[in-house]
Structure formats: structure tokens, C-alpha cells
């Protein structure tokens, strides 16, 4: 009985301990998570928790708490057992797991290697035309007109907290700033820092101050970010408070804060004076300004002060050069940089001969417009708490079909695999040469169906047969529909191009079009495709080759792959924001929420840009299905097929050369809309998993995609 009582008691001990233990890093958690090939929601289930609270978990967005945070901790100790982290390098300053950023300077800098910054004042110019009787001259022709000394110092800079303010190519100013208001002025009035603008009748960036913790500290600001009650009833903000002594220095010298405040990412300004714009823009890592889902193990080293202030402003100038400057989340820079390549206006003549304005017509414009009714989402105050039934609001979203395990061949059951393929940027491939609505939408009763008019249709398309091992192109969960429904254009287009006879009885049309996202795509491309190429990933490499360098490309310079992540966060955030829904507790269906203000708050753009992901692809499963493959799963982008072998080489279609084939099916490749390998797992755990209802292709990786933001 005395045995008992005492294992009870250091069973209670081990408990007592662990609920005060520390646990690893959010970034560390995941880490040993995956080197065991465990789920979210394998680790969930264990834990008795949702799968939601292991992703927060890792997110670091909470920390556990007991009884949970005992098990969870006892759980990180033996896997760090079993997957010890790497390494640390040896160089001072870099002692922690999160140090794999190696410093792109050495961390103590000579006094002989500060620069003192240059005057910037006299150098400064407009970034877009004024009002009417402001603009008697026309603005620079240009990007290239806006190049040399202007933006000598580079797009951004980090600061650290010895007064040194690091460039992107390895300049280095020195930052005499005592606090915020002196660092605002000093940027202004004694740099060179911003970015010439994307598109000649944009605007240059602002430049953009990296704040690191320590600085931040050095500036009078908190380590953490302050969270202050939201007015609405939704999640507190982080943001300073009111009546922080900070915000007091800038009212009184004069500068202004945007409505959401001093946050990760605040921009400062005072209203533009002789035309010269005066904003500064600040980012907060310590605050939690660099996302962990986009920017990887970047993000909680950057929060923690564990990444040099050189690698930092190397990681950070790397993505302003290839996309835009950083201005606050990953979406909202896919957002701006939409804008950016496609300007509201531009200067011309008027009839007095000053420069005005004009809406230029491959744009948005400057006004935001209404949504016809069946594009407007739920609790738009144009339809209020609406049903959402297929034939009274567009239903455009991402596949989540598996297929019924009923259907699969004795030959199919035979194969020993399940190999996943993934398609690379699929919605970014999709919006290449993409025909959207530019103007405000036209109802017509009974239309003729023109694949070349952007829209929404209602038509039945029930009639039409789809394999049953396939999904249907029409509905987002695979099923064939029961009657009418509202469709995007490209999805009607799919249907015309199936053979099917189309008659729409009524639609929302926008004669008004263009490819608007083309030079978007374009832009996005080249960096994603440029970053690969840093990581060792080329267009010219054979299959073999492909598959090899993408099996070990996250081994490569961590910078770079943290990069890799943002871009690609980039597009998928930026689509989202297209239709960026109501938050906070208070809001009711009905009520306008703040995106509705903005001219790129555009449901339909998304709807038409998901619909020509899906049915691009259904169009290879069934060009595959004609060399006899049909898939197992699909979820988004990703895609499930029984195999004979573990790679994709033995899985796809080959020409008369032994070659995979490249037209038409998945095809090997880094560029967006070719594929990479997801991962490769026994057909046999595929197929209990479709047995039980759920999707492989939401864990053929080996975690779970949606908890992860897939």
C-alpha cells in the first residue's frame, strides 16, 4: 500500500513540475511534432483537446494550460529526446535554436563601418499628382525616372539596439533616434530610405523601419505587444493603449496614427506638404508583425531577438525587391500589390491645361462598388443573414472531395502506394490571362452564355455526367448538383467545353472587363520562381533532378525559404482579402463592415479566380483518367492517386520516350501550375481513412493541411 501511496505522490510531483515547466518555442513545437510524423490531430486526440487549440498552440496565438499543458509538455520532452535540435553555430549572438539565420555581418560593427546618414530632404519627391490646382506639373514619367540616389539607402532598414540602422545591401546608417518621434524625423529628413513605385502612375514606397525588440526598447516601447478592449466586442487589439506617454510625443509633435493605431505595423504621417508625402512605417517582429504561418521559423526568431539585424533586413529586402515593401500582413501586402500595379488614376491634361485626375480603365477605380446580389456573402447589408443555397449566392471554393472507397478497382486496391501531388501556386497560375469584371455588374434575364463576359450565371448544370471517380466539376465538395445554381463564368465555360448545353436563365454580367491580375501574376511569379532558384530549384532540371532538389530546397538558406513561405502566403492571402469578411463580436448580419470601403473588396475577381483553379483542376483528372488513373482525394491544390511506387514517377503518364508527359495531365515542374510530390503513404492507410469519411489528401504530407493553413 506504502508503494501505491508513493508512486501517487511522485506521479502528483512529475504533474506539480510540469504544469510550471517551460516549453519550447511555437516553432520548436512543431518542429518535433512533424520529425515524429504526427498529425495535429493525432496529437489533439491524445491530448483531448481540438485540433484547433494544437494549432493555436503552435502558432503561438495561446499557451496551454493544466491538466493539458502537462501532458503537452510531457510530450515535447521525449520527442526533444528523440529529435534533439540542430546544432547552434558557434558565432557569438547566435546561441539558440532559432540562430540557423546566419548574420550577414558581423554582430558587433566597428565604429569606422557606420555610415552618418545624408540629408534626404532636398532629394524627395512626389509620389503621385495632387489635387487640381496643386498639380501644374506632371509627375515623373516613370519608374526609371524615379531610380539613383533617391532611395540610395534601400527600400527598408533594421534597427538594433546599439543606434545602428541596417540596410538591405549591407549599408549601415547610424540612428542617434532617443524615441519614436525623433526616429520618424530623423528617417525623413536624414535617409534615403523607400522604393521607386511598381507602376508609373503609382506610388513610391514608404520607407519601413524594422523595429527590433531591442529597440523597441531603446525607443521607450514595450517588449510585447500591449493588447487594449476592442470597441466592438471582438478579440482584444495589440496595440498601445490611448494614453501610452509614445502616442502623446507624436500628437504633440504633430503626427498622425492610421485607425489601427500603433500596432505591428504602424504607419505614421502628417499630411502631405508642397506634394511630398511624410509617412514612415513601422514593423514590430517583437510584436508579432511577421506571421508564423507565412514566414516560417523567421517569425518567432525575430519576435525573441535571435535573428541578426543584417539576416533580418537581408530576409525582409529580398521580398520588398521581388514584390513589394512590406506594409503589414502577408494578405495585405498581396492586396497593395494589386493596387500597385494597377493605379485608380492617372495625371492628364484638363481643359484649364492643369493636371487632373482620371480613372484609368484597366483599374478598379477609386470607388468601391457594389456586389450583385448573389456574389454578396453572407450578412452583406445588400442580403442581410440570407440563405446561402446554391441557386441564390455563388458557391466558388476550393475542392474537398474523396472519392467512395466502393469505387475502386481490384487493380486500384492493389497498388501498394498513395502518392500526393501538389499543385505549385495553383490560384496564382489561375489568374494568368484571367478575363474579370472591372465595372459595376448588369442584370439580364435569360442570356445567351458568353465565355468572354465575366459574371455570375444561374443555370442548371445537373444533367451533365461526371465519372462517378471523379469529382464534379461544379460543386466544391465533388457531388454532382440537384438544379440550378449560381456559377462563375469559368465554371459555365467548363461546362460548354464538356459539351454540355447551356442556358442560363438569368445572370449578373460586367461588359466592362480585362485581365486585371495579369501583371500581379506576373510579378509574383518571377519572384516565387526567382526564389526557388535560390534555393537550388530550376526550370531546366529533368524530372529526376526536379524531385531530388525539391526533396532537400527547405535545406537550403533558411532565409530564402522563409521567403519562399511569404510568397506564397502572399497569394492566397492577398485572393482572400478579395472577399475579407466582417470581424469582431459585435457586428450583426446586415451591418457594413470597414473592407466594404475599399474599391479591391471584389468577391466576384475571387470567385472567377477559384473557379478557374478547380475546373483547370478537374481538367486534368480527367485527361489523366483517359490513361486510366482516377484519383483517390483532392483537397484545394493537392490531389490523390493509388500508385505502384512511392513517387510520382511511378505514377504518372509517360510518352512514347519514357518521359512523363507535360500537355494536358499534372506535369513535374517548378513553375506555378506544374506540380511537386506532397508526400507518399501505404495505399492501405488511404483507404481506411476513406472507409471513416475522411479526406488523404489533408494528411498524405504527414500533418494536417487545413489546421496548418494549406
Request: charged share 20%; hydrophobic share 40%; glycine share 10%.
Amino acid at each position: 500500500m506504502w508503494g501505491v501511496e508513493s508512486e501517487e505522490r511522485f506521479e502528483a510531483i512529475d504533474a506539480l513540475v510540469a504544469s510550471r515547466a517551460s516549453l519550447p518555442v511555437p516553432s520548436e513545437r512543431q518542429r518535433l511534432r512533424k520529425a515524429h510524423g504526427l498529425t495535429v490531430a493525432e496529437v489533439a486526440e491524445a491530448l483531448g483537446v481540438r485540433r484547433a487549440t494544437v494549432s493555436d498552440w503552435e502558432a503561438g496565438k495561446r499557451e496551454p494550460r493544466p491538466p493539458e499543458r502537462n501532458a503537452y509538455a510531457r510530450l515535447l520532452r521525449q520527442l526533444a529526446e528523440l529529435y534533439p535540435a540542430p546544432p547552434a553555430p558557434s558565432e557569438a549572438g547566435t546561441a539558440s535554436a532559432h540562430a540557423m539565420f546566419t548574420p550577414a555581418a558581423p554582430a558587433s560593427v566597428p565604429t569606422s563601418a557606420v555610415v552618418e546618414s545624408t540629408p534626404a530632404s532636398s532629394t524627395r519627391t512626389p509620389r503621385r499628382p495632387a489635387a487640381k490646382k496643386a498639380a501644374r506639373k506632371k509627375p515623373a514619367s516613370g519608374p526609371a525616372s524615379a531610380e539613383g540616389s533617391r532611395y540610395a539607402d534601400g527600400p527598408l532598414a533594421v534597427l538594433d539596439g546599439e543606434g545602428h540602422a541596417h540596410g538591405v545591401g549591407g549599408q549601415l546608417l547610424s540612428c542617434p533616434a532617443g524615441s519614436v518621434v525623433e526616429l520618424v524625423e530623423w528617417t525623413l529628413q536624414q535617409t534615403r530610405i523607400g522604393a521607386s513605385r511598381l507602376h508609373e502612375h503609382g506610388w513610391d514606397a514608404d520607407p519601413l523601419l524594422v523595429l527590433t525588440p531591442a529597440a523597441a526598447a531603446r525607443l521607450g516601447l514595450p517588449g510585447q505587444a500591449p493588447d487594449v478592449p476592442s470597441t466592438d466586442g471582438g478579440p482584444r487589439l495589440r496595440r498601445l493603449p490611448d494614453d501610452h506617454p509614445v502616442l502623446s510625443q507624436l500628437v504633440t509633435a504633430g503626427w498622425q496614427l492610421t485607425r489601427r493605431g500603433f500596432g505591428p505595423w504602424a504607419r505614421i504621417y502628417r499630411p502631405a506638404v508642397r506634394e511630398r508625402r511624410q509617412c514612415v512605417q513601422l514593423c514590430l517582429p517583437g510584436w508579432g508583425a511577421l506571421e508564423e504561418r507565412a514566414w516560417g521559423p523567421l517569425a518567432a526568431a525575430a519576435a525573441q531577438d535571435q535573428v541578426p539585424a543584417p539576416e533580418l533586413a537581408r530576409i525582409l529586402g529580398a521580398y520588398a525587391s521581388r514584390v513589394l515593401t512590406p506594409r503589414g500582413s502577408t494578405a495585405v501586402a498581396g492586396l497593395e500589390l494589386m493596387t500597385a500595379l494597377r493605379p485608380p488614376t492617372r495625371p492628364v491634361r484638363g481643359e484649364d491645361g492643369d493636371w487632373v485626375k482620371e480613372i484609368r480603365p484597366d483599374s478598379l477605380g477609386e470607388e468601391p462598388l457594389e456586389p450583385a446580389p448573389p456574389e454578396a456573402p453572407f450578412g452583406h447589408p445588400l442580403v442581410g443573414a440570407r440563405d446561402e443555397a446554391p441557386d441564390v449566392a455563388v458557391n466558388e471554393e476550393a475542392y474537398d472531395w474523396a472519392r467512395d472507397p466502393e469505387t475502386l478497382s481490384d487493380a486500384e486496391c492493389a497498388m501498394p502506394w498513395a502518392v500526393g501531388l501538389d499543385v505549385n501556386c495553383a490560384f496564382l497560375a489561375a489568374a494568368n490571362r484571367l478575363t474579370v469584371g472591372l465595372g459595376a455588374p448588369e442584370h439580364v434575364q435569360r442570356p445567351q452564355f458568353d465565355k468572354r463576359l465575366p459574371g455570375s450565371w444561374l443555370v442548371d448544370l445537373s444533367h451533365i455526367h461526371v465519372d462517378e471517380r471523379l469529382p464534379s466539376p461544379f460543386t466544391p465538395d465533388g457531388t454532382r448538383p440537384t438544379g440550378p445554381a449560381w456559377y462563375a463564368t469559368p465554371t459555365v465555360a467548363y461546362a460548354a467545353e464538356l459539351g454540355a448545353d447551356i442556358a442560363p436563365l438569368e445572370a449578373w454580367v460586367r461588359p466592362h472587363k480585362g485581365a486585371y491580375l495579369d501583371p500581379w501574376y506576373q510579378r509574383l511569379r518571377d519572384a516565387y520562381m526567382t526564389t526557388m532558384q535560390q534555393l537550388g530549384v530550376t526550370d531546366d532540371m529533368t524530372p529526376q533532378q526536379y524531385l531530388e532538389a525539391m526533396a532537400h530546397h527547405k535545406d537550403g538558406d533558411p532565409g530564402e525559404v522563409a521567403v519562399l513561405g511569404a510568397i506564397k502566403a502572399t497569394v492566397k492571402g492577398g485572393l482572400g482579402k478579395l472577399r475579407e469578411r466582417a470581424a469582431g463580436r459585435g457586428w450583426r448580419p446586415g451591418q457594413p463592415w470597414s473592407a466594404l470601403q475599399r474599391p479591391t473588396w471584389r468577391p466576384d475577381i475571387r470567385a472567377a479566380v477559384i473557379a478557374q483553379a478547380r475546373t483547370a483542376m478537374h481538367r486534368k483528372m480527367r485527361n489523366m483518367a483517359h490513361h486510366g488513373l482516377y484519383p483517390l482525394a483532392v483537397l484545394s491544390d493537392c490531389v490523390v492517386y493509388p500508385a505502384a511506387g512511392p513517387s510520382p514517377l511511378d505514377l504518372l503518364p509517360t510518352g512514347p520516350d519514357g518521359q512523363p508527359l507535360t500537355k494536358g495531365v499534372f506535369a513535374l515542374g517548378p513553375s506555378p501550375g506544374r506540380i511537386k510530390h506532397e508526400g507518399s503513404r501505404p495505399l492501405l492507410w488511404a483507404a481506411e481513412l476513406l472507409d471513416q469519411g475522411g479526406n488523404p489528401a489533408n494528411h498524405i504530407k504527414g500533418s494536417d493541411a487545413v489546421a496548418e493553413g494549406e
